[in-house]
């Protein structure tokens, strides 16, 4: 089982900066893409961005060009970068491991993010 660990939440002020981390430190030998998800009280699960094994990204619409998702160099380890922070952005953020031949995924704890205006 891939345990997946978020980090890097916190408290900020809108216009702020947090980078959330999520990585593990075990092995896995799929090939695998990697998202980040989010959920606001009383609100739906929603995609935020996703990479995939290629490193090509994707992202919501009210996240783009604010939000910059990127992969680290060592075993299971996803960034999210979030500049301009607004208080529509504060939700618990969740990472999420998928191999792409089906066979495995892995959701994160989650971390929570809030923005205050």
């Known amino acids: 089982e891939v345990l997946l660990v978020e980090s890097g939440g916190g408290s900020v002020q809108a216009g702020g900066s947090l980078r959330l981390s999520c990585t593990s430190s075990?092995?896995?030998?799929?090939?695998?893409?990697m998202s980040w998800y989010r959920q606001a009280p009383g609100k739906e699960h929603e995609f935020v961005s996703l990479?995939?094994?290629?490193?090509?990204?994707s992202y919501a619409d009210s996240v783009k060009d604010r939000f910059t998702i990127y992969r680290g160099n060592a075993k299971i380890r996803v960034y999210l970068q979030m500049n301009n922070l607004e208080p529509e952005d504060t939700a618990m953020y969740s990472c999420?491991?998928?191999?792409?031949?089906?066979?495995?995924?892995?959701w994160g704890q989650g971390t929570q993010v809030t923005v205050s205006s």
């Open positions: 990479i995939d094994s290629k490193g090509r990204t």
């Open positions: 075990t092995y896995i030998s799929c090939i695998y893409d």
């Open positions: 999420h491991l998928s191999c792409t031949d089906g066979s495995y995924k892995a």
